[in-house]
């Protein structure tokens, strides 16, 4: 009976959240592949976040808390990306503000994940969460103020790959990577693929960012388009790593 309620109540918060998209003022136009992606990318994110939730329900035990943050995760960038979709296909304008306020907020989540699959096998210590935070911070702060103009583009730049960097340096080699070693077969592969994703994945909004701001004149169009496949990619192909290894732990 409670799991019933459990449901009809996230269908009433889902369709809650989506009430944004259904007072849209401006119109897609079918050439504006950007903002095709906006669209695609704002669906996904909710669909995303249903599949983690119901997911959560079933497996139950030590993975649904993991479940239950992949699922914040993608309910925090769908409704980002409604507000983002808007925007750009209102004005052609990057929506840099939300686009940061989101990662602001999902980014620090994914680096709970690191230490919630480790913590549930009881392998890891706190710290491990506050050094992956503070690279984080220093990693988007630098891309916000280059982004906006507080700094130089390249001086932004330089600041958010040291953050970058810190964070590669901590789960390849340092704590995070020393913790993972003593845990469970299905966690250190769930954990190896996730700084995987850290690694490729996450190089992708680099890449945006110089496209965007580094080669002469700002293009907005491949800076929105690459960071929105780059989001894609990190948001839901992370929170499967962690779906398959809770299927396969449980
Ligand atoms: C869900 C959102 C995610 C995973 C966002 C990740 C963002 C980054 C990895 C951004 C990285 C950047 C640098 C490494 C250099 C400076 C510019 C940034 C902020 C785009």
Not at 12 to 22: R, Y
Not at 150 to 171: C, E, H, K, T
Not at 217 to 224: F, G, K, M, Y
């Amino acid at each position: 009976m409670s799991k019933f309620f459990n449901k009809i109540s996230l269908m009433a918060f889902l369709s809650f959240i989506m009430l944004p998209s259904m007072s849209q003022a401006a119109t897609l136009n079918p050439g504006d592949l950007v903002g095709i992606s906006f669209w695609v990318i704002s669906i996904a994110m909710v669909a995303a976040t249903v599949f983690f939730l119901w997911e959560a329900m079933r497996i139950g035990g030590k993975w649904s808390t993991s479940l239950t943050v992949a699922a914040l995760v993608t309910l925090i960038a769908a409704v980002h990306y409604f507000y983002m979709r808007d925007i750009w296909v209102a004005s052609g304008d990057s929506p840099t503000v939300y686009r940061y306020v989101d990662w602001i907020l999902t980014v620090p989540l994914q680096m709970v994940e690191f230490y919630l699959i480790l913590a549930a096998v009881g392998v890891v210590a706190g710290r491990v969460f506050w050094h992956l935070l503070i690279g984080t911070l220093i990693m988007l702060l630098g891309g916000y103020f280059g982004e906006t103009g507080v700094l130089s583009p390249v001086v932004g730049f330089v600041i958010g790959m040291a953050g970058w960097v810190y964070i590669l340096y901590y789960i390849f080699s340092g704590e995070a990577a020393k913790s993972a070693e003593n845990a469970p077969a299905a966690v250190q592969s769930a954990f190896n693929t996730m700084r995987l994703i850290v690694l490729v994945g996450w190089a992708i909004y680099p890449l945006g960012y110089v496209l965007g701001y580094m080669m002469g004149s700002v293009d907005a169009a491949s800076l929105n388009g690459i960071y929105n496949v780059a989001d894609f990619v990190n948001k839901i192909a992370f929170g499967l790593m962690i779906w398959s290894a809770a299927n396969s732990q449980s």
